[in-house]
């Protein structure tokens, strides 16, 4: 099955600075990558996703990139901002609705 | 328009109690998918069906769990007997099957005593 490794575990970033968090998936076959923002108390919310027949996309501060290739995908958040704290989860899945298999987080710490 | 409704919220039982969670998804989402986060983790699959049916329950423990989406809308997951090691937020999820972007829920934080 799919195996998805997301790094760092924690990050910290000065209010204002750029974040990057990369995850790697190890099945070949999986061509939707999601990245999901959860904050404490709430379940996931879908921020932005990519599907394989692209490279990148962006969504004002937010871009992923995603390499098949290396099989690995980073988010960046540029500008970061205080309400950009959260827990960041990638994943990794089929087209449509096939098992998305999910890392296990990034907890992104903005110092104002 | 409304997210992806579970209750209840919190849940606390003692171990060998039966419980239930309950989720009503997006107005139009056909898809609808239970996840299980253990602390410090990423969801994990439990059970995902398309209108009615369990089209991938592979990672459900059976002999204890059951769930079921009468009429393709609303979904019921049971759990019985619960242990101690089932004490973690169960999310529940919903999307069009075109497209595959689920919602979840608030999840429903269980603690087993």
């Known amino acids: 099955g799919e195996n998805v490794e997301q790094h760092p575990s924690t990050l910290s970033v000065q209010e204002g600075d750029s974040a990057v968090i990369k995850c790697t998936y190890s099945d070949s076959a999986s061509n939707y990558f999601p990245w999901y923002k959860q904050e404490l108390g709430k379940g996931p919310q879908l921020i932005i996703d990519i599907r394989s027949n692209v490279g990148e996309k962006k969504d004002q501060r937010i871009a992923v990139t995603l390499n098949k290739t290396a099989k690995h995908f980073s988010l960046h958040i540029t500008e970061t901002q205080p309400e950009d704290s959260a827990v960041y989860f990638c994943?990794?899945?089929?087209?449509?609705?096939?098992?998305?298999?999910f890392g296990t987080g990034t907890r992104l710490t903005i110092i104002p | 328009e409304a997210g992806v409704v579970q209750s209840p919220r919190y849940k606390i039982i003692e171990k060998k109690q039966p419980v239930a969670f309950w989720c009503n998804p997006i107005s139009g989402h056909n898809t609808l998918y239970w996840y299980l986060q253990n602390l410090g983790q990423g969801p994990e699959l439990l059970i995902r069906y398309e209108n009615e049916e369990a089209v991938d329950d592979s990672q459900l423990p059976k002999d204890r769990f059951s769930a079921e989406r009468l009429k393709g809308v609303d979904s019921t997951l049971k759990i019985q007997p619960a242990e101690l090691g089932d004490s973690a937020v169960y999310l529940c999820?919903?999307?069009?099957?075109?497209?595959?972007?689920?919602?979840f829920g608030p999840g429903t934080r269980l603690t087993v005593l």
């Open positions: 999820a919903s999307s069009f099957r075109s497209d595959g972007r689920a919602v």
């Open positions: 994943a990794a899945g089929g087209l449509g609705n096939e098992k998305l298999t």
